[in-house]
């Protein structure tokens, strides 16, 4: 188990991408959030098993994300728990 923490810039608020992230991280069985940064970039928070947050991390590069993606940062991080679902913030 671990969390995943992405940082996702481009063209992706106001175009239902965190609405898409939170679909694809629970079709994953996959908890945290998505979140609309004041830069205009969006954090994405994922805890689970790591083949299936690394599955996430591919989608959010993937050229089938709403908007325009042109990077994605990522951390890997220890599980912190206490999370249930998937919520946009």
């Given amino acids: 188990m671990v969390r995943l923490t992405a940082w996702v810039r481009g063209r992706v608020q ?3 991408f965190r609405w898409w992230t939170r679909a694809r991280a629970l079709e994953l069985g996959l908890a ?3 979140l609309n940064l004041a830069d205009g970039r969006v954090e994405v928070v994922a805890e689970g ?4 947050c ?4 591919e989608r959010l590069r993937s050229p089938d994300t709403p ?6 940062s990522e951390r890997w991080s220890d ?3 206490g999370l249930e ?5």
Avoid at 49 to 52: K, S, T, V
Avoid at 67 to 72: A, W
Avoid at 85 to 89: D, H, Y
């Fill in 14 to 16: 106001g175009v239902g």
């Fill in 32 to 34: 945290g959030w998505a």
């Fill in 49 to 52: 098993p790591r083949e299936a």
């Fill in 54 to 57: 690394e599955r996430l991390l």
């Fill in 67 to 72: 908007g325009h993606v042109l990077g994605v």
């Fill in 79 to 81: 599980v912190k728990g």
């Fill in 85 to 89: 679902g998937f919520v946009e913030r």
